[in-house]
């Protein structure tokens, strides 16, 4: 939000009441800033005025005042972004979603790279099984080897639906 809109959206009591303070009837009570023990600060819908130490503005000059800080802060603590932050966080979540898009193309790549290479093994396999002789120490541990490309098959493509 902008500060027009914190400003037409939030009231000065609205304010008070964030630290615990409430005006009497005719908007009166005493000056926070300046720790008074009679009610001299005036409260208006979208300001104030002290006539003991002369302090008034608005709703971000009171918590300046309150919170001895400078407008930035009071902005953030009343909510307020500034508009190149909200550009900022834009560009970052595109460059995030391209990061994860990136991401998983790449993981797509290695996939498809992996689940090639296992089919080619398994042919080379099966190729092999046929010319050698059944039963033999090769033919085993061929059978053996296939047997492992199968099974890496299986969980290559166990989630593919």
Known sequence: MRSEEIKATTTMYEVLARYGLKANRQGMLCCPIHKEHHPSMKVYKDGYHCFACGAHGDIFSFI????????????????????HEEKRSARIA???????????????????KKKELNSRLISVYRKYLDRLEPMSDAWADCMNAMTLQLYIHEGLNEYEL
Not at 64 to 83: S, V
Not at 94 to 112: D, L
């Open 64 to 83: 300046q005042d309150m919170e001895r800080c400078d407008f930035k802060t009071a902005f953030a603590i009343l909510g307020g972004t500034y508009e």
């Open 94 to 112: 595109i460059m995030r979603s391209k990061a994860r898009q990136e991401t998983r193309r790449a993981q797509e790549e290695r996939s498809n």
